[in-house]
């Protein structure tokens, strides 16, 4: 993934033609897809978002470009996109820190009436839980085994059924994504890339909050849009959000979504085949790297639904390497 990622090159002009190309243009990116992260240390990783969060371990696998790391998968039983929190194992890497042109974190949603249960189960497995406020909704911030902040959040319309497999009570399993902050200096430009080319509307405004809808306005269907002049910038590294990806219904859409962010200056990646979904990078202004990601072909292209996440699937170039791919990787079990 690296190569194509330093590929992707900084805003070269203004979006032009905005207005003209906006009228009637399909929401081509119509929700969240998935979130991808940064961990030091796989095995608290999957302690903390399996067995603690109760999220279905939909796939492990390797990083493409060095199979001696993870790329672990979390979803709900399928693995649906929007429900998809996935993380980069990058043994040794320094933390991270979180700043503008950065993702802020993770948010997932659960039910109202939900977070006393998540406070306590949160602080009997050792990790904080501070009750805020968001919009007026209430919620529970907590911190990965990473440091990264988690925030699970009391959602009253959410249709999606979360996953059954792990010892939460089903009223209070997580749905999947309920939203993504993003952090940007100066939020004007970020904000016209998003409405103008991405079809995301803005649905609200608070303390320089901007609130962005796509699709439905259900969790898995927002962005919160923040401006900070003044903030440092981000570092990437353990415990920090390394891209999000919004939906795209099929790689036809991806390829005009690319054609358009390519004629505003953006350089995007070709369409990359990801296995699980087909990708296309870029930067957006406020230097976030985002990634359109096709709903299709899904997690079940190399596993059933039953053993979804159990084995460790590679790309088929390091399948003859398996034996010594497998000993070299640190051991995920307890
Ligand atoms: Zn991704």
Redesign the pocket.
Known sequence: ?SKQMSAVAAWGVAPKGGRRTLRGMEVAAPGL??L?AVTADPRANVGFYARVLGLRPIKRTVNFDDPSAYHLYYGDTAGTPGTLL?FFHWPGAPRGRVGTGQVAGIQLSTAEGSLDHWADRLRTAGFPAEADRRFGEPLVRTADPDGMTVEILACGQDPRPGWSGADIPSPHQLRGMAGAELRVREPGRTLRVLRELLGWREERAENGRHRLVAGPAQPGHWLDLVGDAGAEPGRPGTGTV??L?LRAADAGVSERLRARLASAGAAPSPLID?TYFR?V?FREPGGILL?I?TDGPGFLVDETMETLGSGLMLPPAYEAARSAIVAALPPLDP
Do not use: F, P, V
Request: proline share 0%; glycine share 0%.
């Open positions: 993934m897809h998935h991808t996935t390394h891209h990806a990801r990708s990078y990634e990601a």
